[in-house]
């Protein structure tokens, strides 16, 4: 990816090949998550949040092919290996075998899934906001396996075992870094 390759490149290449709002705020959310974990593991925030930006830059167009078609448009536009592994690892074991193998690999896997169930906890708040849900009702939540069902609960576990990190922190940094964009993501609610 290198310096030539930026956030606003990430964005048109993602916008080129998404357009349903829903999708576009879900990459919006794992980018800032992303950029929030990067500051605690000691990243690089601009990669990390671009890793998230892109994570599903195919899934619109070619959803049967999630992971495998996005690699080659990665390909196509010259993005560096290293920002294709990271990308085609967040569905390890789904649709992809590519594991995760570093920090930012590890976190994407793991907040992928789990933004999801945050997202869908703020929206059944009557704030309709993540700037007041707590840890607490998110992991209530989780419980729940009605509730987001599409979530993949056991992924999430997985990804805090590869973390090494509780269920309550991960809990914790994702609502903190998706706190931040809060108004991008349509989550900043009637707060």
Known sequence: MGKEFTRDAAWKLLTKYTETPALLKHALTVEAVMRHFAGLYGGDEEEWGIVGLL??????????????????IMRENNIDEKYIHAVCS??????????????????????????????????????????????????????????????????IEN????????LDAVI???????????????????M
Do not use: W
């Open 55 to 72: 994570h599903d830059l195919d899934y619109e167009k070619y959803p049967d092919e999630h992971c495998k078609k996005e690699a080659e």
């Open 90 to 155: 967040h569905g390890y074991g789904i649709c992809s075998d590519v594991k995760p193998e570093n920090d930012m690999e590890k976190v994407l896997y793991t907040v992928d899934e789990l933004t999801g169930l945050v997202t869908a906890a703020c929206l059944v708040r009557p704030s309709k906001s993540v700037l007041d849900i707590t840890v607490k009702s998110v992991k209530k939540k989780f419980k729940q396996p009605g509730f987001a069902a599409g979530v993949s609960r056991e992924v």
């Open 159 to 166: 990804g805090c075992g590869l973390l090494n990190t509780g």
């Open 172 to 190: 914790k940094e994702t609502i903190l870094g998706m706190r931040q964009s809060a108004e991008a993501i349509g989550l900043k609610g009637n």
